[in-house]
């Protein structure tokens, strides 16, 4: 293939620069990569051999702007994977993981650029820089050593052959449980099998049937689909056989997730070790907000305990509604969201049928949109002049004091060819530093889509979206000069709180009385039924507690561990629920094997605290606008717009939150939203 029949090779005639989405194909990868690798090695090297002393433009800044071609396709490559993906896509992913790993691996540990960097390093407080320079200086130098840029010999080596091993683990983790999602299939076909399934989940299971070319209704394992499903079905033989599925994904035979979880563990570990830390949660905590593990443990005893006493006082309302309902009260796990739903209608009169008319999808993307504009001045005009990756996929332009300054896709609904789950990427981030780039940032959900008709949202998509819209803002509202301290290039225990904060806007009095309308009349949500949603806020909060905290402090004791090579995943897991008092009818929200947060990728790898971490700032955060006695309040807007959306990771993140909220944050807030302490 030569360079001019390749599109990712090419520039791209699109509108702002998109990729030509119908011209690239599965087989112009590894090529591209081949070439782009080669491209990005050979700037580092003119940098590191340039003759002129180092100094923080010709060494922190160039090396900041180098590779701009090979991220823009690496970057297409995992938005792809993640949301399109195919067979043939799916075969270059696992032949490029190593390879990808191996090129960061020879930048991250460039002798002769790190010896440049090195030197610059040690004279910065002679440097006269600013704020955000000396930033990038600080992030780029702790990459390059955690990054293995000061090991030498054997060590240099096998560190390499680490990161291109784990890669290609990672990747082979992530397929597998992706294969098992896409294969199973409860396909309904009588009235009795359909049974207690309102018109909205029976309207979403027929179009995930006709998407799959299978007569009758199909239940598969998005959770849009499933957890409804475990919800409303009367039928608890089927409740089981979704829930055992549910849960036993990466436990097929033949493609098990066992194997691989165990070899990364074992490498995580030798790689920690090498980088002199006695294990990884030390290695991966040491660049986070948080520190230390021994922080989030402070952390998680203030909820572990409440959590587990406020589940065990929820169970005993479930107990008793089964028996009201003539159920086996020996309350089982297939039978909590089903008897949850029950006792929720019972004690709060709500239920999702009555809740879902008001929240069509459509209704919220524009009130997030609204939101995005009252607070930070955004607009967003769509366009259906481009072609994308897939037709469900919406695009926007996004302006902001009437010039357009970011792009943002919407894909919202589930499909086989899609991971699970929802999540915020970019296609380009926003930087600076050499030519100006407006940022293009996509949200992906995985909404049951609507057989005709509007999709309804039930209040936890409403918020699910909310949540993805608020990472999408942090990437779109990015107002930095460097790529590496770009939109959502911050800690892990930090990236969480634009998108948390944004939830709250979702209950605001004056977002719903605007975009809460019955999809059928226009009729504004009722306030007595807002208010039944907001007193029901706390409910159920001891099972979800439990699942959370059960998974971070099981991924803690995992990342712990000093004999990793010998951990068997299924067993630890069960050996820590019994240890930990797993109440076994709640269990967790990811089983081990199946848990991508941590063996998809590194990014939340000893470190699913950081949903509660963040949950703390963000609590903290929204009190200030209780406070102010405005939700939209200016002042506050244009502070969060300055030091949280914006700053990306420009400033240094407990003085930014400071900055913005005046005070040290605490956990009280935070419990008393999840009903653990007295409001």
């Not at 939101?371 to 897939?390: K, M, N, T, W």
């Not at 699970?420 to 050499?434: D, E, K, L, P, T």
């Not at 004056?510 to 208010?531: D, F, M, N, S, W």
Request: proline content about 5%; charged content about 25%; glycine content about 6%.
């Amino acid at each position: 293939m030569t360079t001019h029949s390749n599109p990712l090779l090419e520039s791209w005639a699109t509108p702002h620069q998109l990729p030509p989405f119908d011209l690239i194909r599965a087989e112009h990868f590894a090529p591209a990569f081949e070439t782009l690798f080669a491209e990005h090695l050979a700037e580092i090297d003119a940098i590191a051999a340039n003759p002129a002393a180092p100094d923080f433009a010709n060494t922190a800044a160039a090396f900041d702007a180098a590779g701009a071609r090979l991220t823009r396709v690496q970057l297409l490559f995992e938005n792809l994977t993640l949301s399109e993906s195919t067979a043939e896509l799916q075969a270059v992913e696992l032949a490029m993981a190593p390879k990808l790993a191996a090129h960061t691996s020879r930048v991250g540990m460039h002798e002769g650029f790190f010896a440049r960097l090195d030197a610059l390093y040690q004279q910065r407080q002679q440097l006269e820089l600013a704020e955000e320079e000396r930033r990038l200086l600080d992030r780029l130098h702790t990459d390059f050593i955690r990054t293995g840029a000061k090991l030498e010999g054997a060590d240099r080596t096998r560190f390499a052959e680490i990161a291109s091993r784990i890669a290609e683990l990672s990747a082979r983790f992530s397929q597998n449980v992706l294969a098992d999602e896409a294969e199973f299939r409860l396909t309904l076909t009588s009235e009795a099998e359909l049974a207690g399934l309102p018109p909205f989940l029976r309207d979403a299971a027929q179009s995930a049937a006709r998407e799959r070319g299978v007569d009758g209704y199909v239940i598969t394992l998005s959770r849009s689909l499933v957890v409804p499903f475990l919800s409303y079905s009367t039928r608890r033989d089927l409740r089981e056989t979704a829930w055992k599925a549910w849960v036993s994904r990466g436990e097929t035979p033949g493609r098990e997730t066992g194997p691989q979880a165990q070899e990364i563990l074992a490498l995580r570990y030798e790689k920690a070790m090498l980088l002199g830390y006695k294990n990884f949660a030390d290695f991966a905590l040491a660049d986070r907000m948080a520190g230390t593990p021994q922080a989030v443990y402070d952390l998680l005893q203030q909820v572990w305990e409440p959590a587990k006493r406020r589940c065990e006082a929820e169970k005993a309302d479930l107990v008793a509604i089964a028996r009201k309902l003539g159920e086996p009260d020996a309350v089982q796990a297939w039978d909590w969201f089903y008897l949850s739903e029950k006792v929720r209608a019972d004690k709060y009169d709500l239920d999702d049928a009555e809740i879902k008319p008001y929240f069509s999808l459509d209704a919220m993307l524009g009130a997030a949109f609204d939101c995005a504009g009252q607070l930070f001045g955004l607009s967003f005009a769509e366009r259906h002049d481009v072609p994308l990756y897939h037709p469900d996929v919406r695009l926007f332009e996004v302006s902001r004091n009437g010039e357009v300054m970011g792009l943002f896709l919407s894909d919202n609904y589930a499909r086989a060819s899609k991971r699970g789950g929802a999540w915020m990427h970019i296609y380009r981030g926003q930087s600076r530093n050499g030519a100006v780039k407006l940022p293009v940032v996509v949200n992906n959900n995985n909404f049951a889509k609507a057989s005709s008709g509007p999709t309804l949202l039930g209040f936890d998509d409403v918020r699910t979206l909310f949540h993805e819209f608020g990472h999408g803002l942090h990437g779109l509202l990015s107002n930095v000069t460097y790529n590496r301290l770009a939109g959502t290039n911050v800690p892990q225990d930090y990236v969480e709180l634009p998108s948390q904060l944004l939830e709250n806007w979702a209950l605001v009095p004056e977002v719903l009385e605007k975009h809460a309308r019955h999809v059928q009349t226009g009729e504004v949500i009722p306030a007595e039924l807002v208010k039944r949603i907001r007193a029901a806020a706390t409910f159920n909060q001891g099972f979800e507690t439990v699942r959370y905290t059960a998974c971070t402090l099981i991924d803690l004791a995992l990342h712990q561990e000093t004999d990793p090579a010998g951990v068997d995943i299924a067993t630890f897991e069960a050996t820590e629920r019994a240890r930990l008092g797993v109440p076994p009818e709640a269990g967790m929200n990811h089983r081990l094997a199946h848990f991508r947060h941590l063996f998809s990728d590194e990014w939340y790898a000893a470190g699913y605290y950081v949903y509660m971490w963040a949950e703390v700032l963000e609590a903290e955060a929204f009190e200030a606008f209780e406070e102010a006695g405005n939700p939209f309040d200016p002042a506050l807007s244009d502070k969060l717009y300055r030091y949280i959306y914006s700053a990306g990771n420009s400033r240094e993140q407990k003085l930014a939150f400071r900055t913005f909220r005046g005070k040290e944050p605490v956990a009280a807030p935070m419990l008393r939203k999840r009903g653990l302490i007295e409001a």
